[in-house]
């Protein structure tokens, strides 16, 4: 039985055993600023060292929906942003002024909804950052190292099956 106590208990899961003892641990909560900075150690060993792309912050602050931070890995024209509030949540590819979200790239390679690690739901906010470097590393060459023509294609498959699909029955 699990249950999440109020916001001071925050990250905290209480389990209740058939003695009806309690036993507490922390899972994987971190403020939105660590789990980036650990986030992007995850993905720098591909983007940054094997594809030359460099890690730089673009926003952090606080609304109504908690704190947030942003932040992309550049290279010349290419951007990949991520955006982060209580776990990885918008992440977008750019070639110049074109642009895709990471599940509508996928979709475009692999012909099929939802057939992405990322996004996948976990308590432990690392593992969208895992799940986002390996489906980088399976599927998105023509980001990493393709012409700005191999990414507009993706953009226009994207478009043409967005566009198929909201003609479904």
Known sequence: ?????SA???GVIHHRGTENTEKTRKVGWMNPADTMKSGVEILEP??????GFSYR????????GGDFVS???????????????????LVTHYVGS?????EDYIWSVLGQRFASSYPEFSEDPLQAFRDLKSDIDRHVAD???GSDDDFLQHVHRAAQLKNAQGQLP
Do not use: A, K, V, Y
């Not at 039985?1 to 106590?5: E, I, L, T």
């Open 1 to 5: 039985n699990r249950q999440c106590d």
């Open 8 to 10: 001071g208990d925050r």
């Open 46 to 51: 591909l983007l940054t060292r094997q594809h």
């Open 57 to 64: 912050p673009i926003g952090q602050g606080h609304s109504s």
């Open 71 to 89: 932040g992309e890995f550049q290279r010349g024209d290419r951007r990949l942003e991520l955006h982060l509030r209580h776990s990885l949540g």
């Open 98 to 102: 074109s642009s895709l979200s990471h």
């Open 143 to 145: 980001f990493l190292s």
